[in-house]
């Protein structure tokens, strides 16, 4: 099956996704700041560079888009059908290089927050997201993960 758009309309498209700053985390740090909370952006000196952190409470929040980062049961996280071979390995790799940065981040005492893209879509998910984010933060739950409903069975 060949791809719908064009070689050259395909790579401007991935060209435009952001690593940083997009949609997404701009989200969930807007629900964070209307919270109270105050935080730091990327920091590049720990494990898997968070999307957002609060040194204080050493919390480690990432945002993760369900594509990039192979979210399990997710709509939105499909293998393409072209170079299936370059996909699978590039999305595994992706989620291992996550494993171990959760892993790290574990072992140095700082509890991780992995926020869906799916959860920020899902207009049900988006209604609660800031409560259930709000909730972690204030339990002492070593780590979480928050994501949109899964896939029904058809």
């Known amino acids: 099956m060949s791809d719908i758009v064009s070689p050259t309309a395909r790579s401007r498209m991935m060209s435009g996704i952001r690593g940083k700053n997009s949609l997404p985390e701009i989200l969930v740090r807007r629900l964070l700041f209307a919270s109270g909370f105050r935080f730091r952006l990327h920091r590049r000196d720990l494990p898997g560079t968070p999307d957002?952190?609060?040194?204080?409470?050493?919390i480690a929040i990432f945002v993760h888009g369900c594509f990039w980062h192979a979210h399990r049961g997710c709509r939105y996280a499909t293998t393409p059908s072209t170079r299936t071979d370059f996909w699978t390995t590039k999305l595994r790799a992706n989620v291992d290089r996550d494993q171990r940065a959760i892993a790290e981040l574990a072992s140095r005492g700082w509890r991780v927050l992995c926020v869906w893209e799916c959860a920020?879509?899902?207009?049900?998910?988006?209604?609660?997201?800031?409560?259930r984010i709000v909730a972690w933060i204030e339990a002492d739950s070593p780590y979480e993960e928050i994501g949109g409903p899964p896939v029904s069975p058809s």
């Open 120 to 131: 920020t879509r899902d207009p049900k998910t988006r209604e609660s997201l800031r409560s």
């Open 52 to 58: 957002i952190v609060m040194p204080g409470r050493k």
